[in-house]
Structure formats: structure tokens, C-alpha cells
């Protein structure tokens, strides 16, 4: 059975700093995509960040360049967004996302079809 668990959401400062993680079982992540998505209220879900997991390649939404980095621990299975310098606008609810065996463009890594597993997400709150 599939099951990636997300972690580390809380409620933190505007400009303050926050690390998720997303841990992986019953499925290989090391020859395939895994991703960051999010979703705030009234809003699509949308791409954030996301990275092959063979060759280590990643894509980010313009949004969040320069602030996020995803990096992932094969050894551990587990997945990681840090976010700096966060905003009201990075508000949301967090999924991690994972497709095993596949190759993903940049395009794709960042689309909501390439990934067949899903997390049932972490809330990030920023408070002003």
C-alpha cells in the first residue's frame, strides 16, 4: 500500500522560514518524480516545486524561485520543501506528490496528471 505522509506545516511569521517533509512507503521514488504541490482556499492547486528523483533535476513555480529548494533523501525515502522568506500569498494546504518509474519533463514534474500517488497534506499558516 501506498502512503506518503507530509509534515512539519505550522503557523509562522510573515518572512519567517518553514521546512515540510513527506515521507514514502510501499512505493520506489528513487527512478521517478516526486513533487510539491499546494492549494489555498478558493484557489486551484497548483505545482510548487519538484524534482526527479534519479538525476536529482528540479523545477520550481515561478512564485517561489530563489525561496523554496526541494531535496529529497533516497536512503530514507522522504521528500523535503524548505521555504524562506514566506508571504500570505504561500498560505496554503501542502500535498506531496509521487510517480514511480517515470521520466518527467520540467513541464510535468509541476502538473497534477504525472503523479499517481498522493499525501493528504499539511497546512502552512503566515501570520502578519
Known amino acids: 500500500q501506498v502512503q506518503l505522509v507530509e509534515s512539519g506545516g505550522a503557523s509562522v511569521q510573515a518572512g519567517g522560514s518553514l521546512s515540510l517533509s513527506c515521507a514514502a512507503s510501499g512505493v520506489t521514488t528513487s527512478n521517478g518524480c516526486m513533487a510539491w504541490f499546494r492549494q489555498a482556499p478558493g484557489k486551484e492547486r497548483e505545482g510548487v516545486a519538484g524534482i526527479r528523483t534519479g538525476a536529482g533535476s528540479t523545477a520550481y513555480a515561478d512564485s517561489v524561485k530563489g525561496r523554496f529548494t526541494i531535496s529529497q533523501d533516497n536512503a530514507k525515502n522522504t521528500l523535503y520543501l524548505q521555504m524562506n522568506s514566506l508571504t500570505s500569498e504561500d498560505a496554503a494546504m501542502y500535498y506531496c506528490?509521487?510517480?514511480?518509474?517515470?521520466?518527467?519533463?520540467?513541464?510535468?514534474?509541476?502538473?497534477?496528471?504525472?503523479?499517481?500517488?498522493w499525501g493528504q497534506g499539511t497546512q502552512v499558516t503566515i501570520s502578519s
Open positions: 506528490a509521487a510517480a514511480s518509474r517515470t521520466y518527467c519533463s520540467a513541464y510535468s514534474l509541476l502538473r497534477e496528471y504525472t503523479y499517481p500517488y
